[in-house]
């Protein structure tokens, strides 16, 4: 089945550890983003790609890196440069504009 | 200014009435226009979309656009116990690099059984 899939479910990050969150999709979609959501808020958008070896700053994207090496994937590193990450991260996925966003299940990030 | 704003609630509303959701955004050059469900940890999913100004109607959801405004609205009629959920509103916008979608904080909705 066509899809977006996140992993891990549940990620659990230490004091100055960076730690990276999967995004993989099989929709053939161009564009890939990346959103923050805490509790009781909207998504904020963290990094978003059109093409491969492309990617833009969302409005959050300080504390976080990303890359676009394949169409299928776009990996995000919550650096420890980050200081506040714990909060609930969805992936999601568009074949264009104008189209509806396909997101994934998402990852809950917390800070031991 | 928030970019997209919206009511975060709680809109409380009795089973089999009207519940009326809005949203206003900032950027007049945004094309199209989102409206999302999220259930407590769970993804969002799409509702109804407009690119238009005026309604759309899609079984028991009426969204509105008017775009000399800046502002869409989600009608939902016939409201059911099972529509307690978040809406989120989502305006989209081209940048540079491709399809900007910006959402609200979201409004939390509540139908009383």
Not at chain 2, 20 to 33: A, I, K, M, W
């Amino acid at each position: 089945d066509g899809g977006i899939t996140q992993s891990p479910k549940y990620l659990f990050r230490k004091e100055g550890q960076n730690v990276t969150l999967s995004c993989e999709q099989n929709l053939n979609h161009d564009a890939m983003y990346w959103y923050r959501q805490d509790p009781g808020q909207g998504l904020r958008l963290i990094y978003y790609s059109q093409i491969v070896n492309d990617f833009q700053k969302g409005d959050i994207a300080e504390g976080y890196s990303v890359s676009r090496e394949k169409k299928e994937s776009f990996p995000l590193t919550v650096t420890s440069a980050q200081k506040n990450p714990t909060a609930f991260y969805l992936c999601a996925s568009r074949p264009t504009g104008n189209e509806k966003l396909f997101f994934g299940s998402g990852t809950q990030l917390s800070v031991l | 200014q928030k970019e997209v704003e919206q009511n975060s609630g709680p809109l409380s509303v009795p089973e089999g009435a009207i519940a009326s959701l809005n949203c206003t955004y900032s950027d007049r050059g945004s094309q199209s226009f989102f409206w999302y469900r999220q259930y407590s940890g769970k993804s969002p999913e799409l509702i109804m979309f407009i690119y238009s100004n005026g309604d759309k109607e899609d079984g028991r959801f009426t969204a509105q656009l008017n775009k000399a405004s800046q502002y869409v609205s989600l009608l939902i009629r016939d409201s059911q116990p099972s529509d307690s959920a978040t809406y989120l509103c989502a305006v989209e916008s081209r940048r540079t690099g491709g399809f900007k979608t910006i959402f609200g904080a979201g409004t939390r909705l509540f139908v009383k059984a």
